[in-house]
């Protein structure tokens, strides 16, 4: 094949596009059908072309059967290969190459570069697609061609792979493969290889046991006899060679898909395993129907059961041929033949009887005169072309039904069918069982999964009882005490068990009583004559028996030494009584959700204590002040509480600082992290720091925090945004340490996010942290948010950046209040159980007008101290706050008498009336007062401490020309002068 598909640049550009992660459609003639869905499963898994993640495993089965029966098969093989160097590669049913022949020294070469060597593993899950890997995860024969390959160091190669099958069984036991470079590449490679791997399934077949050979043996004489022989796809065949291998034809798959094949031969071992032999109807994917017969066979006084399986497919049958581009949904490439509309499948398959499956086909690289024309055909089964049937001796025979297909689908004995059935059934429920309890940490949960995955496969009803302590998360105490039914799993109603919800109360003899009581499983064939079960609650016990139950099992549920509650399995009349065998099973059923729920129970108690630290560290309420109408949330994650948090903080002169703050991590540590951090911004908040400031100082305290942790327990990442709003002067400083920057909602609606300067996340050091200052109109709306908002698996930054921004442009300023903005930020942002926890802290500002401040310029004149108290008296009682006035003139003049004579020019005086009433002294110099006791000897030293005394609150805050003292006196509960606004508790 000197051109070929994979040299198409389209596939190139196909399989770029599948490893960038586009989803990729209608490329059918581009890329075939079963590459195609490879490369995506490869991508899935993260494979990465360039690099093969490949395990080596020395500890081979060199002795076992495959090997066994391929020897003999792989030496005639290479023996007559001639033409351009083939490998031949023979590998287990985990892909690992167990042998090697073949090709020349420069393939061999680059296949041992390519560890394609003995022990290495080839799984399309590890190795991407290859044909080794994609034939066992296809179970059928596949063709790989250069390109085609997923692994870079693999697409020089072209290899043909078959499946080798247990003839009996229908289980994959290895793949045989044929490689070679691609420019020495043949079509032919691929019936070749099926061929070969046919041979091995005939050696396997000769390798079963003496008695299952002679019960096929019989069988197949018998059809024989009966003048029933049928080829591949129902065509006939003529009767076998004189001395010929009576089984040597025989090839008992039937040409279905995976899963068909799979639902198919559970239903052969059911039938196998029944005490009656009738024929079922099975329905198949593609509208196909399968009706199964049994056959009673004799052979050397052994019995046997073979069951036949026949093929209906309705008014179009489709034919299945080898993979190539143009493949059915299945991934099977097929052919139409038209065929009349069918009517009971039941019908045709009797019209016709059941017939074997015959042997594939018999091409040889070696034999130069049938090559091409092999070439040809082969080509076009790879490809997907299949041939019509032709007349004459291939043609289907009278009275055979051309849209009905037969075929032998297993050979069992009754006996061990039915022990093998069971087996079988219950490792398939244990397999279930664990993928399929605990997938959540969620008591509760847990406990319905665990019925979900029981009923109705072992039990009609399951019942599971725990303490109201394990629900809390806490060890039980006393666990005969306080049951209540947890879950309920029924076929049906009407049972008259205790319903979920309803408290549980075991006699000391009943059967749940004595389980609990010995720590062991409890069995009650016949529930009619369990005295102590019935006596627990004789009206309700009669109802469960009239209603069918009829047989019990009752279980501990015991982990680690500790038994968390019960669980009882219940059957009725639809399944026989429970057996000694079914304890160890409901054993291990109990067993495996008793560890899921007490590790539900771990997690409950630890998410209890983390989200209790978290909500004593949360802030409770938000502190009285005017300066900002406040809403926030709080949504803890999926994973549990986390470390975000948010604070409005009052500060001097009726300012509020603003905080939003995110601590990496979830659980205890991450909430106790936050709690430390938020109690050192409340800290730096009083000494009234600038933000850049206050960021300054947090980041030297995280750095501390963690050198002192020694790298154990420290702080591993921490964000912060800090804003100040002064509703005097209407402006907002920000300063963010590595947080995402806040958002600004105008008055007439207009959205922008703050360019707010990005400093490092907290703890890094060494870079400095930068303030920007902006005006805010009234009646705006400053948004902060962590990052849990707007981070999201599935979108980039700006994607969810421009969903905050057209959240909050939907709203409708001024009517909409913080509380409505922050549900409809979180409506439009926010699956129903977020990822990672958020914080939202969104504040409308307002303003203090004119006529609620009054400020003073001050000459540095000791005589100017009575005229500011004269016009301090005065703005005093025109805010009626006479009862203020003895105080306030104190308070002015100590603090205007200082300025004046320890602090320098310009000096001003302002009078601020919000909750408190606030008087502000501002002067040029940066020396703060210091607070001390006078001795009796002092003349002076004392009006500072008498000011301390009569204001309520007084400070020093800095500023970039000076300092400002400030004091805060309350005003009367009731009246003009009154307290103003405040907001009530979370």
Not at 55 to 68: Q, V
Not at 886 to 901: D, G, Y
Request: charged share 25%; glycine share 10%.
């Amino acid at each position: 094949m000197t051109a070929g598909w994979d040299e198409s640049g389209d596939l190139a550009k196909v399989y770029e596009r599948i490893l960038a992660g586009e989803v990729v459609d209608d490329v059918a003639g581009v890329v075939r059908t079963p590459i195609l869905t490879s490369w995506q499963r490869c991508r899935s898994l993260g494979l990465v072309p360039d690099q093969l993640i490949l395990t080596c495993e020395r500890d081979l089965d060199l002795d076992g059967r495959l090997l066994t029966a391929a020897t003999p098969v792989l030496d005639r093989l290479e023996a007559v290969l001639d033409g351009p160097p083939v490998s031949v590669i023979l590998t287990d049913a985990q892909a690992r190459v167990l042998s090697r022949r073949a090709g020349d020294a420069e393939l061999n070469r680059h296949l041992d570069a390519t560890n394609i060597v003995q022990g290495f593993g080839f799984p399309e899950s590890s190795a991407g697609t290859n044909a080794l890997g994609t034939a066992l995860a296809e179970r059928r024969p596949v063709y790989v061609l250069g390109r085609e390959h997923f692994a870079d160091c693999m697409q020089q190669l072209a290899c043909a792979a078959a499946p080798i099958r247990d003839p009996l069984s229908g289980r994959v036991e290895g793949v045989l493969d044929l490689t070679s470079f691609r420019r020495h590449s043949d079509p032919v490679m691929l019936p070749l290889a099926q061929q070969a791997a046919d041979e091995i399934e005939q050696r396997l077949l000769e390798q079963s046991s003496k008695r299952e050979r002679e019960l096929l043996a019989e069988f197949l004489r018998t059809r024989r006899a009966a003048g029933e022989p049928v080829g591949p796809y129902g065509e006939p065949l003529p009767g076998p060679a004189p001395g010929a291998d009576p089984t040597a034809s025989v090839r008992p798959v039937l040409p279905l898909d995976p899963i068909d094949q799979a639902v198919l031969r559970a239903r052969a071992q059911e039938l196998i395993a029944a005490p009656h032999r009738v024929a079922t109807e099975v329905t198949l994917s593609g509208g196909r129907t399968a009706v199964l017969f049994c056959r009673e066979v004799c052979a050397s006084g052994e019995a046997g059961i073979v069951v036949e399986a026949a093929i209906a497919a309705g008014p179009r049958f489709r034919v299945p041929a080898p993979s190539g581009p143009e493949t059915s949904r299945a991934g099977t490439p097929a052919a139409e033949v038209t065929t009349p509309s069918r009517g009971s499948a039941a019908a045709a398959a009797a019209a016709t009887g059941p017939a074997e499956l015959t042997g594939g086909h018999r091409i040889g690289m070696h034999r130069a005169g049938r090559r091409q024309a092999g070439r040809h055909e082969a080509e076009a089964e790879i490809r997907g072309t299949a041939r019509p049937p032709e007349a004459g001796p291939s043609a289907p025979a009278s009275g055979q039904a051309p849209h009905t297909q037969a075929g032998l689908l297993l050979l069992g004995e009754p006996g061990v069918g039915r022990l093998a059935l069971l087996a079988r059934k219950r490792l398939e429920l244990l397999y279930d069982a664990s993928a399929g309890i605990g997938r959540t940490l969620d008591v509760t949960r847990t406990a319905e999964e665990l019925v979900e995955t029981v009923v109705p496969r072992f039990a009609d009803f399951v019942a599971v009882d725990l303490p109201g302590s394990v629900l809390s998360g806490e060890e039980p105490v006393d666990i005969g005490e306080g049951l209540r039914r947890v879950a309920l799993g029924a076929i049906h109603g009407g049972s008259h068990l205790y319903d979920v919800g309803e408290k549980v109360d075991w006699l000391p003899t009943s059967p749940q009583a004595r389980c609990l009581e010995t720590a062991g499983p409890v069995l009650e064939p016949d529930l009619s004559r369990a005295v102590d079960w019935i006596a627990v609650d004789p009206e309700r016990t009669r109802k469960v028996l009239e209603s069918g139950i009829h047989s019990l099992i009752t279980v501990p549920l015991r982990a680690r030494g500790v038994i968390l509650g019960v669980v009882s399995f219940y059957r009725a009349e639809r399944f026989a009584a429970f057996e000694d065998d079914d304890l160890w099973l409901a054993g291990e059923l109990a067993g495996r959700a008793a560890v899921c729920i007490d590790n539900a129970r771990r997690f409950t108690r630890e998410h209890t204590m983390a989200l209790a630290v978290q909500r004593s560290l949360l802030p409770r309420g938000v502190p009285a002040q005017d300066a900002v109408e406040v809403a926030h949330r709080y949504l803890p994650a999926q994973a549990g509480v986390g470390g975000d948090w948010f604070d409005v903080i009052p500060l001097s002169g009726s300012r509020v600082a603003l905080v939003v703050g995110d601590v990496v991590g979830h659980g205890v540590h991450a909430a106790t992290t936050m709690g430390r951090l938020r109690t050192a911004v409340h800290n730096f908040s009083a000494l009234d720091l600038p933000s850049e400031e206050l960021l300054t100082h947090l980041d030297d305290l995280v750095g501390r925090l963690d050198a002192d942790s020694g790298g154990n327990g420290g702080i591993i990442g921490a964000t912060c945004l800090y804003a100040v709003y002064d509703p005097v002067s209407r402006r907002c400083t920000f300063a963010r340490a590595g947080h995402p920057p806040p958002a600004l909602v105008l008055p007439d609606g207009t959205v922008d996010f703050v360019d707010v300067p990005a400093g490092p996340p907290l703890g890094l050091g060494g870079l400095p942290f930068e303030p920007c200052e902006t005006e805010v109109p009234e009646g705006s709306r400053i948004v902060l948010y962590t990052d849990g908002l707007i981070e999201s698996r599935g979108q980039d930054l700006d994607t969810r950046l421009g969903l905050l921004r057209r959240a909050l442009a939907a709203t409708r300023p001024p009517a909409d209040s913080p509380e409505e903005t922050c549900g409809a930020v979180l409506d439009a942002l926010l699956p129903a159980r977020p990822d990672d926890d958020v914080a939202l802290l969104v504040a409308r500002t307002r303003a203090l007008d004119a006529e609620r401040t009054k400020h003073w310029d001050v000459s540095a004149d000791p005589a100017e101290v009575p005229r500011l108290r004269t016009a301090v008296t005065d703005q005093l009682e025109k805010w009626d706050l006479v009862d203020q006035v003895p105080t306030t003139e104190l308070i002015v003049s100590e603090l205007v008498t200082n300025a004046i004579r320890y602090g320098r020019p310009p000096i001003r005086l302002r009078l601020i009336r919000d909750h408190t009433l606030i008087c502000e002294v501002t002067d040029g110099s940066s020396t703060s007062p210091r607070l001390r006791r006078a001795r009796t000897t002092d003349e002076g030293g004392r009006g500072l401490f008498l000011m301390a005394q009569l204001a309520e609150r007084w400070g020093t805050r800095y500023t970039a020309d000076g300092k400002v003292i400030w004091t805060q006196q309350p005003l009367p509960p009731d009246g003009p002068g009154g307290s103003g606004r405040s907001e009530g508790p979370v």
